[in-house]
């Protein structure tokens, strides 16, 4: 806060001053005694001067006796699982009634380093929706594959000073953390020694396990999966959110955990929410809604959505509806069934109704995170795959998660030795491309359970080190879409017979465009549609999503990078080929 | 947190290295969750490691099942009310299960200036009790009176940003900040500047008036007197403390108002402690003891003394018994009635037991604040009292309390008209001499209901500026009396027909002791017996303490400060006669 608008609240406070706007006739949210009270709201320069009182306003809009609730705060997210730019990502999440959000932008930085935490700082200056970043911890996420850079302590110690980076973003590395890796602790220590929050990320780790991770400082953990799990972390001194993205959904396993006494200590988050999701569902309050209509009160589930995600990240003027805060609110006509905004607020002016935005934001030109994709000699001849045996190690895809099976199958391999595409049986294969420093690395494997019967998909998406990702029954094909994706920079694109099917372009870092949600929906919803039609991907499985995880080595059990078959749960490379 | 001691820690969640200390067969109060476990603590280097497991320690300590309770936090107190100093004020209130304390160093500072900041922060450095200081905001309190020191926007610069210094203590001039006095609004802005905390002091001020003062970044208040008031402040924003001092008691008027669902916004608090409540009732512990006894769930009261107060002044390594945290706890057999402290432990040693200090604090030389008295040119002439009438104005003391009435009377005048007293009437006189600058100031007044029958009583704890005070009704022994606190330093004095009844030094500032609590007390208890049985001191009053506000112009409604007679209601200066 300064003191200039404190003293024009003061002076608006003791109507010496005439306030921009009054809301008349709210029934406001009050999340610090958890109880809805009703009150006209006096606003000026876009903070709360207070409530009631016989006070001037410029304008008045009458709320007609709905529900003002503080805007949402999404407690953790990665923005670029939406594909949208900060600021189309602002035009889709503020009609949700998310006003804040904590980013972590992890996947830009394993592509471009720090110019994407540049680039990401920049491009959410000055746009509605407030965006706070947490350095990401993870760059890259493991040594088994190559990223676009290695951001350590000295890379942290640049940014971690900027009043909009609140610590560190969630310390994936567990292992590091608890083998105290110096690389890890020098991390952590810019932290520490600026009392930062480090975000966590500790899936199914509990007891004693928990630790020495929750005494390493870790503030919070979106990764619970039971209410017990809930119970522990919260019990460490951590901060639990409710995580409900497209992938991991969790809002409902967590919910029979939380309760009016350790509610204080529950966040709610979303992680990843694809396009489509935010279209469709929402945002944060989705995963709100979804525990209101579920038995949560509501007045507590949204506690847990404002004020409890600033107390959490020392975001002193927001979360609640109160004298100095901001005047970011929602209004609305029911809580009881979930939060769906009718009018969305942000410093006190309409930025959003009815699901639609009104203050657009603008954008920002992509500095040194646009399209580079620095793939080295690929040809035909790279997509080779001549495993030493017929009888080989094959990626199950399970449908409704990322983990995968650790399968094995026969197969037919030609007089080569290379490997025979068979009709009636499932399995394609699945290729690697390293696309951020011309290492010419490509490494394939066998995948079964995606369905397609002909064609190749491919995309730029591929957790967390974000290499070209491509699939097919054919090596043509395959070649097609690769080159495809390296001439507009970065997308996803699907070919059949070397005609091209539809292709979606994220020209910023191959991860997020520039262009409206409705386009990127629209766009992606006709690729769908093509992918299940036209190429026979099975409908249990996201054609698109699901490749974007099949490099993702910290999640079991048999994943690609550009390194090679990799075993998670030995935590090592393996061979295509069984030897029998 | 440090890398150094954070990597210690690990180490032994993972067995990799012994722990200190067990506490075996303790049941946890797990304030997060708001509930109870059985575990065994692991401690390693003053932090909690964690529970359970397979763990190796030096040491081990059988709680037999009794209670493990967080470490207990005072959110606003000032020191200075106990009479003792910083040392000795933790040997007294870590018995009690206190361990960190958030003071107001405000008597000493008008005192002393920036020299009792200096001592303060030196004598409170390394003590068992964590002892963290709020800047005094109001110094002086008026401008009605002498205080030692005014501090300013630039004293606060020097240090608001010790890591010791959480913002700026309570800003008591209320309508200072709502008429945004550009001397207090420059205070403010230190904190601004800083985000850090700001104390508040708002008695009865609610509603719309209450609008202003919580836009101007107020963080708490703990003069509520109501469940309405109390209500009101947690809506507006603010941390809402719970009060049991010694004048002020407000716990059992404000618990109607605290449930479970604001609770996460209401702490406790001291403010001023007598040193006989500390010996007799104990510390924080009596207010929370005494809200569990009158219905507040004993987990949830816990849970304002530890967690709520490490929130809200950002002290995250405390307030929780969770890996990481420091390891400052009480054990204690029982909490469904209270909490009495079987044993205090700081970092992880035993500090206290069975209300003993064990952890003795080091002394610290009072530089800079010992026993200046510049009083000038002080006589028995200058107490003469020579109202315009018989017809007075009269400081009605009412027990119970520190407002005072403004009544009145007919009084009886010599020749010279000098007031002469009246055995038979409880009038008495008293005066308030200037002792910091050697303004030679000295006024008079007349004041009722003391019942003393002869003699005089002086004190140099004269809030808020602590000039000396003196009741008497003779002016010889009010002379020997002042003289004798200006011989010694200041303190509190008893004289009767020439003399020395009793004397109680105050060597630091006039305000405080390095004598331990018990002398202090028992030297008390003998001059209070004595004010009593020899001097005939009504018993519906505290002999001393009485005296102590009666120069306080902000408490109604008839006060003396050494400018002279104090009307607070109409807040200006008024005559003693009545004119008919």
């Known amino acids: 806060m300064t003191r200039e608008i404190t003293e024009r609240l003061i002076d608006a406070a003791e109507g010496r001053r005439e306030c921009d706007l009054v809301i008349r006739n709210a029934k406001v949210v009050d999340v610090c005694n958890k109880e809805v009270f009703e009150a006209d709201v006096y606003i000026l320069s876009g903070m709360i001067v207070g409530f009631n009182g016989k006070r001037k306003a410029r304008a008045e809009h009458d709320a007609k ?19 949208l730019s900060p600021s189309e990502f602002s035009d889709a999440v503020v009609p949700c009634g ?5 980013a972590d932008p992890h996947e830009i930085c394993n592509v471009t380093g720090l110019d994407g935490m540049a680039y990401m700082l920049k491009a959410s200056e000055d746009i509605p929706l407030s965006v706070f970043l947490m350095f990401p911890s993870c760059v890259p996420a493991t040594p088994f594959e190559h990223a676009g850079a290695i ?20 310390m994936m590395n567990y292992p590091g953390v608890i083998s105290k890796d110096p ?47 809930l119970h522990d972390k919260v019990r460490k001194g951590m901060y639990v959110m409710l995580r409900e993205g497209t992938a991991c959904r969790n809002v409902l396993q967590l919910l029979p955990g939380v309760n ?43 506690s847990m959505a404002t004020l409890n995600a600033a107390i959490c990240y020392g975001l002193s003027d927001r979360g609640m509806i109160a004298p100095g805060k901001r005047a970011d609110f929602i209004l609305t006509s029911s809580i009881d069934n979930g939060i769906e905004p009718e009018e969305v607020f942000i410093l006190g002016k309409l930025a959003a109704e009815n699901g639609r935005i009104i203050a657009k934001a603008p954008h920002t030109e992509p500095v040194g995170v646009s399209g580079k994709m620095d793939v080295k000699d690929f040809s035909e001849e790279k997509l080779s795959l001549r495993p030493g045996s017929d009888h080989v190690r094959i990626i199950d895809i399970i449908p409704g998660g990322v983990v995968t099976g650790n399968g094995e199958g026969w197969i037919k391999r030609d007089e ?37 019967r002909h064609g190749a998909v491919a995309v730029s ?9 491509v699939i097919g029954d054919n090596n043509s094909d395959m070649v097609k879409a690769v080159e495809k994706l390296i001439a507009i920079g970065g997308g996803i694109t699907m070919y059949k017979d070397g005609r091209e099917l539809g292709t979606h372009r994220l020209e910023i870092a191959g991860l997020m465009t520039d262009l409206p949600l409705e386009d990127v929906t629209k766009c992606l919803s006709q690729m769908h549609e093509k992918a299940y039609q036209e190429l026979g991907v099975s409908k249990e499985i996201d054609p698109f999503m699901t490749l974007c995880f099949m490099a993702l080595p910290v999640i079991p059990s048999l994943k690609l990078t550009d390194c090679g078959l990799f075993d998670v749960n030995a935590f090592s490379f393996t061979d295509i080929a069984i030897k029998d």
């Open 260 to 302: 009016e006494r350790n509610a204080s200590r529950i966040l709610f988050c979303t992680d990843d929410r694809q396009p489509q999701s935010i279209v469709n569902d929402g945002h944060v309050n989705y995963g709100l809604s979804l525990a209101i209509r579920n038995g949560l009160d509501p007045v507590t589930a949204i």
């Open 98 to 102: 998310t006003t804040t959000v904590i």
């Open 183 to 229: 690389v890890v602790m020098e991390k952590l220590e810019t932290a520490y020694k600026r009392r930062k929050n480090i975000d966590g990320h500790a899936p199914s780790i509990t007891g004693t396990s928990l630790d020495g991770y929750a005494a390493a400082g870790i503030t919070t953990d979106h990764e619970c999966e039971t209410p017990e799990e």
């Open 461 to 469: 998406i591929a957790h967390d080190s974000h290499n070209i990702i």
């Open 416 to 452: 080569k030795g290379e490997w025979i595409h068979e009709d009636e049986k499932d399995i394609l294969k699945l290729a690697v491309i390293e696309r951020h420093h011309g290492t010419g690395n490509v490494a394939t494997a066998l995948i079964r359970g995606y369905g397609m």
């Open 151 to 170: 951001l350590n302590a000295p890379d942290i110690e640049k940014y971690i000073d900027n009043p909009r980076v609140l610590g560190l973003g969630e």
């Open 65 to 83: 006796g709905r529900f003002l609730i503080p805007g949402l705060i999404d407690a953790h997210c990665h923005i670029e699982s939406s594909h």
